[in-house]
């Protein structure tokens, strides 16, 4: 297998930096398929830039979907308890036909979300991921994806403070942001549409499902649950489609640095998602999209 897998330029070292990188960005709204694209180029990971842009059939989207597969089960372990409840919910519509709690209606959001994302994803993975899976353009959509986060977070930020306060008992209150139970159908369908930008590389696709909980009025923290939560189960639907790819023969020599990736992978993002949830009950997409222009436009001129 080590043989095999160095003549793709994968070893045991590079599958550990990929899937904690993976674990990171993935949750972090700055691309995780545009940093795996950047970094090897990057490192000087000659044969493995060349492998990861080759347009033929390989065992590359299959590693690249094993890195997701591991982030999305980090996403389920740290969110079981509500993964428990989402799918006892749905059943549960299922058994009366009709939607009656929170957690139900919260179940079928993300179901309806799922969808449009699962169809571009069919349609569109392939010459998307031909067309934007170099070093060279990544980069470009990396600093695109920064200005849209920044964009849509100072959008946010002007809306709520123009937004009127409520009064209780003649005390001025803060405009409070919408529950995310109360997204209309048709707007987890629109997040969901908005979550297929991430098949381009250097675009996140949490990062335009935080933007698009934003710009319906989600405050940051509820934003960047519906993206996590959406995030699980297109991954992990995902993970076996692509498994087949994985155990033929184009994983030959790649099937053991994908689940070493993987794991890796889960174990960051379990870290990562449990600074996240606190993180962004304060915080904003700033940082994030700064980082994305600055390091999208150094690639580029490294590229260059």
């Not at 690249?64 to 993964?83: E, K, P, Q, T």
């Not at 990396?142 to 123009?162: H, K, M, S, T, Y």
Request: hydrophobic share 55%.
């Amino acid at each position: 297998m080590l043989v095999l897998g160095l003549t793709h330029g994968f070893n045991a070292f590079r599958a550990i930096v990929l899937g904690a990188l993976q674990g990171v960005s993935e949750l972090f709204p700055i691309s995780s398929l545009g940093h795996t694209v950047l970094f090897p180029k990057l490192f000087g990971w000659n044969q493995l830039v060349a492998y990861q842009s080759s347009s033929g059939e390989n065992a590359w989207l299959a590693f690249i979907v094993m890195l997701h597969v591991g982030s999305a089960l980090g996403l389920l372990i740290y969110f079981w308890r509500d993964w428990v409840a989402i799918v006892a919910a749905f059943f549960s519509t299922l058994a009366k036909r009709r939607i009656e709690t929170r957690t139900e209606r919260m179940a079928w959001l993300i179901i309806v979300a799922s969808i449009p994302t699962g169809i571009f994803g069919l349609v569109l993975e392939h010459p998307v991921r031909v067309a934007t899976g170099k070093p060279e353009i990544a980069a470009i959509f990396l600093v695109v994806n920064g200005i849209i986060l920044f964009v849509v977070q100072r959008l946010a930020v002007r809306a709520a403070d123009r937004a009127p306060a409520a009064t209780a008992g003649g005390v001025l209150l803060e405009a409070r942001a919408r529950p995310l139970e109360s997204l209309q159908y048709r707007e987890a369908a629109m997040l969901g549409v908005v979550q297929s930008a991430g098949l381009v590389a250097g675009i996140s696709r949490d990062g335009m499902v935080m933007a698009g909980g934003l710009a319906r009025r989600l405050d940051n923290a509820g934003a960047a649950r519906m993206s996590f939560l959406m995030a699980t189960p297109i991954i992990l639907a995902a993970g076996l489609f692509k498994l087949p790819d994985l155990l033929g023969h184009n994983g030959d020599g790649v099937r053991g640095y994908a689940a070493l990736a993987c794991v890796v992978s889960a174990v960051v993002a379990v870290f990562t998602v449990h600074f996240l949830t606190r993180y962004f009950k304060r915080g904003n997409l700033i940082p994030f999209a700064a980082y994305c222009v600055v390091f999208g436009g150094a690639m580029v001129a490294y590229n260059a």
